[in-house]
């Protein structure tokens, strides 16, 4: 069996931002077309299935007033340079959003952004996984699963952490 490694460093995640827009994101049941993108059974975290994917570290930008996230340039070329209804899949609820490609900084509308964050009680520390289901550069509506890792790091395993960093991955068995 193989080690799970989680590498974990808080220094250099990754700073985001975006602007303000209409608020698409009050999550809703989702319908029979997403279940096969959630995990079946009470899984909390599962394996990324190989498509495209970015995560971030949450930082007080992305919770603040103005809800900042932008989308990584090595995912963003890949989604279509206008804006686009995007849904967001996580823990078994849907949050209908707007991706922003038609912006310099390509992001998630901020209000319907802010909308998930507040639903699913981020905070600083937590990382959310985004990895893209559907859509590519030609694309009029994209789907992402999102898994939430939230910052609990486990307290017998902090005496053993040197850096917990990605040249220092954690393993655990």
Known sequence: MNPLQIPFDLQSAAKTGGRNGKDHSHPRQPSDEFSMLEPQGDAEFWPLSGKPFFYVVISRAHLAKRFQLLIPH????????????????????????????????????????????????????????????????????????????????????????????????????
């Open 74 to 173: 090595k995912l963003s070329e890949k989604l279509p340079a206008a804006r686009v209804p995007t849904t967001i899949i996580c823990h078994g609820k849907t949050w209908d959003l707007d991706y922003m490609g038609d912006q310099v900084t390509k992001r998630f509308q901020n209000q319907s952004w802010g909308g998930f964050a507040t639903d699913n009680k981020l905070g600083t520390g937590d990382a959310c996984v985004f990895e893209l289901m559907e859509g590519g550069s030609s694309s009029s509506r994209i789907k992402f699963r999102v898994q939430i890792l939230r910052n609990k790091f486990p307290a017998e395993l902090m005496e053993n952490a040197e850096g917990y960093n990605m040249n220092n991955p954690i393993n655990i068995d």
